[in-house]
């Protein structure tokens, strides 16, 4: 089993559209995770933390589930600068400075 | 000021060569990373430095050397590389664990 697997892409949404991304991790240690976007050819960026207690900042908001170990995106009201690849990202475990990186999901906005 | 940067931006060498990537963050973190990176793929650790101490080795060749001069530096030494090793090279910091990492901008490498 793949350690972090994502929805396999690509997501082609128009604008204004609400799209969910899915993710889950087999390391039942892990402690921490994010989603981070990466545009093409650039590095990967923070867009999140994902809590426990699910967080929101602006249109986007992330949900952990622990006894599932799955780890969830929203994305609402899709600007054409939303267009990138996503990573769900989660450290390796207690005390890890590991992170494993999913494949990611490709999203693109459509005018 | 969340900022990793990392120079060169690109480079090219041919497989005699020995050059050196170089990345600096001023965020105070005490943990900082080389990752490569292949297009399509996500990115790969390759080392990891806390305090400035190398802590984890993913098995890199010895082609690939880090250096860790300081908290806030950390240079990859590059020498007799293959055309396989061509990808981009990214640098990341962290506070410490389980922290978000923060990413330069990597440089692009091409061995011919």
């Known amino acids: ?111 | 000021d969340t900022e990793v940067t990392q120079t060169p931006k690109h480079l090219v060498m041919g497989m005699t060569n020995k050059k050196s990537l170089k990345c600096e963050q001023h965020m105070g973190h005490r943990a900082m990373y080389w990752y490569k990176q292949k297009a399509k793929k996500p990115p790969e650790l390759m080392f990891v430095y806390s305090y400035e101490k190398l802590s984890i080795n993913e098995s890199v060749p010895s082609r690939f050397s880090p250096e860790c001069p300081n908290s806030s530096l950390l240079n990859l030494h590059l020498h007799a590389l293959q055309p396989e090793d061509s990808a981009l090279y990214l640098c990341a910091s962290s506070q410490g664990f389980p922290n978000e990492q923060f990413f330069g901008p990597g440089t692009r490498l091409t061995v011919l």
């Open chain 1, 1 to 111: 089993r793949k350690e972090v697997e994502q929805d396999p892409g690509p997501f082609n949404v128009p604008e204004g559209a609400t799209v969910a991304f899915n993710c889950t991790y087999s390391n039942s240690a892990s402690q921490s995770f994010f989603w981070y976007r990466q545009d093409c050819r650039k590095e990967p960026k923070l867009l999140m933390s994902v809590y426990s207690s699910g967080n929101e900042d602006g249109r986007f908001t992330a949900q952990l589930n622990r006894a599932s170990q799955y780890i969830s995106l929203l994305i609402r009201d899709s600007k054409l600068s939303d267009s990138a690849t996503y990573l769900c990202v989660v450290n390796s475990g207690a005390g890890s400075y590991q992170l494993t990186f999913g494949k990611g999901t490709k999203l693109s906005v459509i005018p």
